[in-house]
């Protein structure tokens, strides 16, 4: 825990984590007397708890931060670590007997008796009253040794005596896994680390009931916002723990119904009565109201017996049947007139011998701040702060590889702290991965990881156990180190980018063509294995004689290779969406296209001019290439098809289709067609501009509006975003 000169003693930071607010203790013990030296308290902003589990764990962590941060202020302490206490939510216990028999008789040590403990809620755990994988998901958070023995007969306590064999019944608390993890998770939110945890009913008793008086069977009720905890004690010690999902939060939401307000103002009234005979609020109207405190007993009274009721039936639970002597009472929610004399009614008590705990039972704790009223609210919060002196200095000894090693027992102590404490490193205890490899896919860096080795083969006292499996005292623990994995290995054919595919229209097939990979500049196949430093280019494209060789065809001398009407040979790129076709040297097709290609310029330069001089600038808009239906526009390599140019002159109509934006679009009654004719045919809406302009695509290139169409293009229209 922190320490800072000013202080005497090693200084305890203690919170109190409950449903209506969080309280914070600091304070150092010296000789008998726990000196508080600073408290502050935080009521939490929203419902963020409910009946003592935590539901909103950053809004709860935050809070816990702003009362941390309040005490460093005042105390000038630095608080890193911090001592905690659960709710008995969904509270397990297990009663257990167990003994620890010696080679030969010997003085019993403290030692001894730590592990006599340890072991025995080992036992406890074996025996948890859980079925399936329910076990594994609850901790225990607390145990408390009713009766040691010694060489089989009873004694208070068995240290420092000479004994063949010592014993303890043993009871033995769970909690789920998540209330646990949900306060963990919250104090870390908080920059803290947890010290000790303890139960709130463990806590409370370390003050409401001081050991001497634990001869007696007594009960314990510690009423907070949203539970109720229980613990019973019978011939000096505790002998149950128990749990009731109802608190001071039920009696709130009644005055919130009956006076008409929220939550918080209800749980102001509901405080103000304790020392006020009559209150003053506002409605959830605005209006101002008064209310006596009679009438707020009147109308919280059926539910007052309810609580004490239920509380009085858990305590005879836990006692065997029976009622118990006396009660004490401890928290916020107990404080209501009338609680106290119901639950002795409920138990059939005298009343006398129900009492609120409060003043009386601090008589060994000391203030240091001036103004503290000692009452019931105060008694959980210091309670685990002491509690931190009943589990500190507890320290097991097992042996690691050979090793004896000696540990702090924070009762979750597992194969890994072993490690740690005896310089293991964690790389020998989980599995290693084999060497990476790192190489570049179109330019981008990448690196692949190795495969996970063999985890590390792990014992305890000759049993197969992993990492996390809890120790205890004297284990044998012995650790063969892991193992690394082998190294990352990625053939081109595994690269996702490579398993995607090139698709064209080969004559009048469309054909799925695997994309091709260059690997330092050299072509290789898929199953090439990549090596570090490798520069990998899996191409957009492929080339007219790579996909004849994966057609399988065999063109004859006599054939012309034609890449989207364009004359091509065998090196000329293939784009997706792009067309590739062959005709016979000498036929109709070849020869008109042949020619085509040496009287293009003169067909198409008085269009060309004329369409030139018409743009003033390159951002005319779409309205104005519309209307130039009249010229054409031809980008250096691209030709319109024989068939459309040869019916143009004819000026005989001709139907051909294309494909816009994924749809098939027919074009008719023209004998030639261009770009901007698609607009007549699509649903585009160019008087109410979307973008500052229009992408236009023709067979994956930019493409202006009057050029040419063919039959099969693919074109892509869509406006152009707008800059942000």
């Known amino acids: 825990m922190s320490q800072y000169k000013k202080y005497a003693g090693e200084t305890v930071f203690g919170l109190d984590i409950g449903t209506r607010s969080i309280v914070g203790t600091v304070g150092y013990k010296k000789g008998d007397i726990f000196h508080v030296i600073a408290q502050r308290s935080k009521e939490h902003e929203t419902r963020a708890m409910l009946d003592g589990q935590i539901h909103d764990i950053m809004k709860v962590g935050h809070t816990i931060e702003d009362v941390k941060r309040d005490l460093e202020e005042v105390t000038g302490i630095s608080l890193k670590k911090v001592c905690i206490a659960a709710a008995g939510r969904v509270l397990r216990t297990v009663t257990v007997h167990y003994d620890l028999e010696f080679p030969e008789a010997r003085t019993v040590t403290g030692e001894d008796v730590f592990a006599l403990k340890t072991e025995g809620i080992q036992k406890a755990y074996e025996e948890f009253p859980a079925q399936g994988k329910e076990k594994d998901s609850f901790y225990c958070v607390g145990s408390t040794v009713i009766r040691y023995y010694m060489n089989g007969n009873p004694i208070l306590n068995p240290e420092e005596h000479k004994a063949e064999s010592i014993g303890a019944d043993i009871i033995a608390t769970f909690l789920p896994d998540d209330v646990i993890d949900g306060l963990y998770k919250a104090v870390g939110v908080a920059g803290l680390e947890v010290a000790t945890m303890t139960l709130e009913p463990i806590a409370a008793i370390q003050v409401a009931i001081p050991e001497k008086f634990r001869m007696l069977n007594l009960a314990l009720i510690d009423v907070g916002a949203g539970t109720s905890d229980i613990c019973i004690t019978q011939d000096g010690s505790v002998i149950a723990y128990g749990m009731i999902p109802m608190a001071g939060d039920g009696l709130t939401e009644i005055v919130a119904k009956a006076c008409l307000v929220d939550f918080a103002t209800a749980e102001e009234i509901k405080c103000s009565i304790l020392d006020k005979d009559e209150v003053t609020y506002t409605d959830i109207m605005g209006l101002p109201q008064k209310i006596t405190k009679e009438k707020v007993l009147q109308i919280t009274k059926a539910h007052v017996k309810e609580l004490a009721k239920a509380a009085a039936d858990k305590i005879k639970e836990l006692n065997g049947g029976q009622a118990v002597s006396a009660v004490f009472i401890v928290g916020g929610g107990g404080k209501i007139p009338g609680y106290a004399e119901a639950v002795a009614d409920e138990l059939g008590i005298m009343r006398e011998r129900v009492a609120l705990r409060g003043e009386e039972v601090m008589g060994q704790i000391e203030f240091e701040e001036e103004g503290v009223v000692k009452d019931s609210l105060l008694v959980t919060p210091i309670g685990i702060c002491l509690n931190y002196y009943e589990q500190s200095n507890n320290f097991i000894f097992v042996t690691f590889n050979h090793q004896r090693i000696k540990l702090y027992n924070n009762d979750k102590l597992a194969v890994v702290d072993a490690a740690l404490q005896a310089d293991y490193s964690n790389e020998r205890l989980f599995p290693r991965r084999g060497a990476e490899l790192t190489f570049s896919v179109n330019k981008k860096q990448r690196t692949v990881k190795g495969q996970l080795g063999e985890a590390a083969v792990i014992k305890i006292n000759g049993k197969e156990a992993n990492i996390y499996a809890p120790i205890h005292e004297n284990d044998v623990i012995t650790v063969v180190e892991s193992t690394a994995g082998e190294a990352a290995s990625v053939m081109v054919q595994d690269l996702p980018e490579f398993r995607d595919i090139i698709s064209v229209q080969v004559q009048d097939n469309r054909i799925d063509v695997p994309k091709v990979a260059r690997v330092n500049g050299n072509y290789q196949s898929g199953y090439y294995s990549i090596q570090n430093g490798d520069e990998v280019e899996i191409l957009d494209y492929c080339t007219a004689g790579q996909i004849l060789e994966f057609m399988d065809v065999l063109l004859p001398e006599n054939m012309i290779l034609f890449v989207n009407h364009k004359v091509a040979d065998r090196d000329t790129k293939v784009y997706e969406h792009y067309l590739l076709a062959w005709h016979e040297r000498g036929s109709k097709e070849a020869e008109e296209a042949v020619l085509y290609e040496g009287e293009k310029e003169s067909v198409y330069d008085e269009a060309n001019r004329a369409l030139s001089e018409s743009r003033e600038n390159e951002t005319q808009t779409v309205e104005d290439a519309s209307d130039a239906t009249s010229f054409a526009e031809l980008p250096e390599g691209e030709n319109p098809s024989v068939e459309s140019e040869t019916a143009a002159q004819r000026d005989i109509?001709?139907?051909?289709?294309?494909?816009?934006?994924?749809?098939?679009?027919?074009?008719?009654?023209?004998?030639?067609?261009?770009?901007?004719?698609?607009?007549?045919?699509?649903?585009?809406?160019?008087?109410?501009?979307?973008?500052?302009?229009?992408?236009?695509?023709?067979n994956g290139r930019e493409a202006q509006y009057m050029e040419p169409l063919h039959n099969g293009d693919t074109l892509t229209i869509r406006w152009r975003p707008r800059e942000s």
């Not at 934006?661 to 979307?690: R, W």
Request: net charge negative.
């Open 653 to 698: 109509p001709v139907t051909i289709h294309v494909n816009v934006n994924g749809g098939d679009v027919e074009l008719t009654g023209k004998p030639s067609y261009v770009f901007v004719d698609v607009f007549d045919h699509i649903d585009f809406d160019l008087k109410n501009p979307q973008g500052p302009g229009v992408d236009t695509i023709l």
